[in-house]
Each structure stands twice: as C-alpha cells, then as structure tokens.
Nanobody, 115 residues
Framework: QVQLVESGGGLVQPGGSLRLSCAAS????????MGWYRQGPGKQRELVAS???????NYADSVKGRFTISRDNAKNSVYLQMNSLKPEDTAVYYC?????????WGQGTQVTVSS
C-alpha cells in the first residue's frame, strides 16, 4: 500500500518559519513529480510548489522568494521550507506525488499563521 505521510504543520506568528515534510512509503518503483498544494478556508486547492524528477521547480507567484521545495530521492521524501509566513498562507497543506505512474495525496497538515 503506497501512501504519503506529512508532518511539520502548526501555529506560527507572521514572519515566522515552518518546514513541512512528506515521506512516501510502500512498494515504489518510480517517482515522478512531487509537490505541495494548499487549501485555505473557503478557497479551492491550489499548487504551492512542485519538483519534477528532472529537477525542474515550479512555485506559485504568491510564495516565490519565501518558500523552497526540495527532495531527497533516497528517502522518497519532499520538503517545503516556508519563511516569512503571512496570515494568508494559513491553509491545509497537502503533499502530492506521482508514484508508480499513479497520483497520490497525503492526508494534509494544518498551517496557521496568526499573532
């Protein structure tokens, strides 16, 4: 059973930082793109950042310069370093990955930015 497990969410003050982690487990033959999406209150789910197997990175305009996505292929993991957090970054963050030519979602982790 392939699954994605996220960790690292929480409550942080504006201007603070958090690091999200996502690890893929199970029988994995291939990993293509891995990335992060988020869904804020009353909003649609949106792409935050993605990383392809070839190393291409893509960021939402709203997080460019503040968030950094990285991968550890040996650990089947992807990370999201979030700096200079703003209240509008408050959302449930979901890990997403193409594993064994199928698309998988994590269970989501809450990030709340508030003073």
């Amino acid at each position: 059973q392939v699954q994605l497990v996220e960790s690292g969410g929480g409550l942080v003050q504006p201007g603070g930082s958090l690091r999200l982690s996502c690890a893929a487990s199970g029988t994995i033959f291939s990993i293509h793109a891995m990335g992060w999406y988020r869904q804020g209150p009353g909003k649609q789910r949106e792409l935050v950042a993605s990383s392809t197997r070839g190393g291409s990175l893509n960021y939402a305009d709203s997080v460019k310069g503040r968030f950094t996505i990285s991968r550890d292929n040996a650990k089947n993991s992807v990370y999201l370093q979030m700096n200079s957090l703003k209240p509008e970054d408050t959302a449930v963050y979901y890990c997403n990955a193409w594993l064994n030519v199928k698309n998988y979602w994590g269970q989501g982790t809450q990030v709340t930015v508030s003073s």
